[in-house]
């Protein structure tokens, strides 16, 4: 089974971050809005922010991102992207299996919203997240812990 690691991102991985954005959401984002490479790059320029974000590492080789906040009251889920090469292997399940069982710890609910056209939404409900909200673009959905006791 490959080693999942993490490490922080830094300013120095900022090329390597927008390429992914390109590769792994590019035709996601294209059916949905279109891009528009001049939007797109200034978008990702003003929301780069390095230290909120980890560099998902398989076997010691960068793989993709991982972009999650702990808020007062919930975790977001703002983005995972891994390489085309890493995905359909079970890597982004085990990420994401890690940080729920993180916000178990913290008894905290994990919220994230996805494109409609994206078909990792059949990945976030094998996991147990539900659909709360749609809007015309995206499903926003959330994995609450079960209490077992009630």
Same mark, same amino acid.
């Given at each position: 089974?490959?080693?999942?690691?993490?490490?922080?991102?830094?300013?120095?991985?900022? &090329?390597? /971050?927008?390429?992914?954005? @390109?590769?792994?959401? =590019? %035709?996601? #984002?294209?059916?949905?809005?279109?891009? $528009?490479?001049?939007?797109?790059?200034?978008?990702?320029?003003?929301?780069?922010?390095?230290?909120?974000?980890?560099?998902?590492?398989?076997?010691?080789?960068?793989?993709?991102?991982?972009?999650?906040?702990?808020?007062?009251?919930?975790?977001?889920?703002?983005?995972? &992207?891994? /390489?085309?090469?890493?995905? @359909?292997?079970?890597? =982004? %399940?085990? #990420?994401?299996?890690?940080?729920?069982? $993180?916000?178990?710890?913290?008894?905290?609910?994990?919220?994230?919203?996805?494109?409609?056209?994206?078909?990792?939404?059949?990945?976030?409900?094998?996991?147990?997240?539900?659909?709360?909200?749609?809007?015309?673009?995206?499903?926003?959905?959330?994995?609450?812990?079960?209490?077992?006791?009630?």
């Amino acid at each position: 089974m490959p080693e999942i690691g993490f490490r922080s991102a830094t300013s120095s991985d900022r &090329e390597w /971050l927008y390429e992914l954005k @390109r590769v792994t959401m =590019g %035709g996601y #984002v294209s059916e949905t809005y279109g891009w $528009d490479e001049s939007f797109q790059r200034h978008r990702f320029e003003e929301n780069f922010k390095p230290g909120a974000l980890k560099i998902v590492r398989v076997d010691g080789e960068d793989a993709g991102l991982l972009d999650a906040e702990e808020g007062p009251d919930h975790v977001a889920l703002n983005r995972i &992207e891994l /390489l085309p090469k890493f995905q @359909r292997r079970g890597l =982004g %399940g085990r #990420v994401i299996r890690g940080l729920l069982a $993180d916000a178990r710890r913290k008894d905290k609910p994990v919220l994230l919203q996805v494109l409609r056209v994206n078909p990792a939404r059949a990945l976030y409900e094998r996991l147990g997240f539900t659909a709360y909200e749609e809007t015309k673009t995206h499903y926003k959905m959330r994995f609450q812990q079960e209490d077992p006791f009630s």
